[in-house]
């Protein structure tokens, strides 16, 4: 079984300042990873995904993850963060080789407030 | 892209009142299928899912049941509510072989009093 681990619940920063929020999970399978977000009152959004290939990843807006196996991370970062940026956002893991999304495993989520 | 609906956006309800939350997807044809409830600080539980049209999974044992009739289309019911169904309500789909790339709705909001 997988399991996901936001340590933060709530990340508080200043406008222009540069965030990390934090996920690992534990597997004893290949897994594939993910982040989501969202908004205030609204469903939930792909923000990024690792399936294979290059640990580093990024997402249009600016944020991005690294896969670290050894550590079994996959931490969300910002350089320099938008009041547009809060909301909540929720790391999410699966194992691989499944054709459908019913073992995904979300985290607790973080909740991201940006001070102007 | 898909895009999924959900209705009603907000619901109160009493204990012992049956329920009907439905969904929608749209630009994309036999899709998978979730209903997920969401609890603050808590992330989201799956409760249901489905491969296709009238084939159910449950995930958790309660109170509420999911059906497909149509193959774009899922409902979450249930009989009779429990002061415990209250929360926020999730659908999404996914494509087959897409594993993980789910879609939202916007979500249900559930009170019973």
């Known amino acids: 079984a997988q399991s996901v681990t936001q340590l933060d619940s709530q990340v508080p920063v200043f406008e222009e300042a540069p965030v990390e929020l934090r996920c690992n999970y534990s597997?004893?399978?290949?897994?594939?990873l993910f982040w989501y977000v969202q908004y205030p009152n609204q469903g939930l959004q792909l923000l990024l995904k690792?399936?294979?290939?290059?640990?580093l990843v990024e997402s249009i807006n600016g944020f991005e993850a690294e896969f670290n196996k050894s550590q079994t991370s996959f931490h969300l970062r910002k350089p320099s963060v938008h009041i547009s940026d809060t909301a909540e956002y929720f790391c999410a893991v699966t194992p691989t080789g499944y054709s459908s999304a019913s073992k995904i495993i979300f985290g607790s989520g973080t909740r991201l407030s940006i001070r102007p | 892209s898909q895009t999924i609906h959900q209705w009603p956006a907000t619901l109160v309800q009493p204990v012992g009142s049956p329920l009907s939350l439905e969904c929608t997807v749209e630009?994309?044809?036999?899709?998978?299928l979730y209903w997920y409830r969401q609890a603050a600080g808590r992330g989201l539980q799956l409760l249901f899912y489905s491969v296709g049209i009238g084939q159910i999974s449950s995930e958790v044992p309660q109170n509420l049941s999911a059906s497909r009739p149509q193959d774009r289309q899922f409902i979450l019911s249930s009989k009779k509510l429990l002061l415990s169904d209250s929360g926020f309500y999730l659908c999404a789909s996914s494509l087959a072989g897409q594993t993980g790339e789910l879609f939202f709705g916007e979500g249900s909001r559930l009170t019973v009093l």
């Open positions: 597997s004893s399978v290949s897994v594939y």
């Open positions: 690792y399936l294979s290939g290059s640990t």
């Open positions: 630009g994309t044809s036999n899709p998978n």
